[in-house]
């Protein structure tokens, strides 16, 4: 008998008001509340690909689940319920227009500007991959289109005060400190990771997700070698893929082929059961 393919959920339809409709998330408004439902949508390049990955959206909600109860003495956070393994009931927030992204390796982005001799304020002589002595904050804003900037300490200040501006910080580092002990004994490297804070009744709240391979870089401990590009339990095996066929990276994207598919709902499920020590 032919196994069937496992049911992909590419939205969700529930009857409240629509809030906001993400690259992976629908968010529904009732009132002083919100029902977030994970998708099993991915995106690559900003752009929305056709395919769903099966038990991706399940696998993010409960990771994120899982983080925020571990780092609740640290930070409040938003959720109320679970109301299923894909869906959370959770507190309305008025965000900050910024994402807090905490590295601990001199990796992305970073490695980049640094090559490029913008990061003075980082030790001469690192290598790609490099662990940094401390973890560090590279804000950037949160663009609803288009590619996010990178923002300076003083340019947070200027948008939310220096008080908030520290404590974010402080807060950041502290989660991902934790949350990087945790992995690093299941055999998982947590290169980067970016946050998302807003205020619930004036009070800091952690929102969004947390600590998932849509936010992260999670690299498996056992394949990692300074000086090289790392294997990854994020969405870069999709974007290699991508790369590798000459998409131009602008709608329509084309469709992803059922081993491609398949590979990255198995790291997904992997990660989770990783980081959590747990069954998916």
Same mark, same amino acid.
């Given at each position: 008998?032919? #196994?069937?393919?496992?049911?992909?959920?590419?939205? &969700?339809?529930? *009857?409240?008001?629509?809030?906001? +409709?993400?690259?992976?998330?629908?968010?529904? $408004?009732?009132? $002083?509340?919100?029902?977030?439902?994970?998708?099993?949508?991915?995106?690559?390049?900003?752009?929305?690909?056709? /395919?769903?990955?099966?038990?991706?959206?399940?696998?993010?909600?409960?990771?994120? /689940?899982?983080?925020?109860?571990?780092?609740r003495r640290i930070v409040l956070n938003h959720i109320l319920d679970i109301v299923d393994p894909r869906t959370v009931l959770v507190k309305k927030a008025e965000p900050i227009k910024i994402e807090f992204v905490v590295r601990g390796y001199m990796y992305g982005s970073l490695w980049e500007s640094y090559k490029e001799g913008k990061r003075t304020d980082l030790p001469k002589g690192l290598r790609k991959a490099?662990?940094?002595?401390?973890?560090?904050?590279? *804000?950037?804003?949160?663009?609803?289109?288009?590619?996010?900037?990178?923002?300076?300490?003083?340019?947070?200040?200027?948008?939310?005060?220096?008080?908030?501006?520290?404590?974010?910080?402080?807060?950041?580092?502290?989660?991902?400190?934790?949350?990087?002990?945790?992995?690093?004994? /299941?055999?998982?490297?947590? #290169?980067?990771? +970016?946050?998302?804070?807003?205020?619930?009744?004036?009070?800091?709240?952690?929102?969004?997700?947390?600590?998932?391979?849509? &936010?992260?870089?999670?690299? *498996?401990? /056992? +394949?990692?070698?300074?000086?090289?590009?790392?294997?990854?339990? $994020?969405?870069?095996?999709?974007?290699?893929?991508?790369?590798?066929?000459?998409?131009?990276?602008?709608?329509?994207?084309?469709?992803?082929?059922?081993?491609?598919?398949?590979?990255?709902?198995?790291?997904?499920?992997? #990660?989770?059961?990783?980081?959590?020590?747990?069954?998916?």
């Amino acid at each position: 008998m032919k #196994a069937t393919e496992p049911e992909v959920v590419l939205e &969700s339809h529930l *009857p409240f008001p629509s809030f906001k +409709k993400g690259k992976v998330r629908d968010v529904y $408004d009732l009132g $002083d509340r919100l029902i977030i439902v994970s998708t099993d949508r991915i995106s690559a390049f900003d752009v929305i690909l056709p /395919n769903g990955i099966p038990h991706k959206g399940e696998a993010l909600n409960r990771l994120s /689940n899982y983080w925020f109860q571990q780092t609740r003495r640290i930070v409040l956070n938003h959720i109320l319920d679970i109301v299923d393994p894909r869906t959370v009931l959770v507190k309305k927030a008025e965000p900050i227009k910024i994402e807090f992204v905490v590295r601990g390796y001199m990796y992305g982005s970073l490695w980049e500007s640094y090559k490029e001799g913008k990061r003075t304020d980082l030790p001469k002589g690192l290598r790609k991959a490099d662990k940094l002595k401390q973890p560090i904050l590279t *804000p950037t804003t949160k663009a609803d289109v288009g590619h996010d900037l990178d923002m300076s300490k003083v340019d947070v200040e200027k948008q939310i005060g220096k008080n908030w501006s520290n404590e974010i910080e402080e807060k950041s580092i502290k989660i991902y400190e934790k949350a990087s002990r945790k992995a690093e004994v /299941n055999g998982i490297i947590i #290169a980067d990771t +970016k946050f998302e804070f807003g205020f619930c009744n004036k009070e800091l709240t952690l929102i969004d997700e947390a600590l998932t391979p849509d &936010s992260s870089r999670f690299w *498996p401990k /056992n +394949k990692y070698v300074v000086g090289e590009d790392q294997l990854s339990y $994020d969405k870069q095996y999709v974007r290699d893929y991508l790369l590798s066929i000459g998409w131009n990276k602008k709608p329509p994207a084309p469709q992803l082929p059922k081993q491609i598919v398949r590979e990255t709902s198995r790291k997904y499920i992997e #990660a989770y059961e990783l980081l959590t020590g747990r069954k998916f």
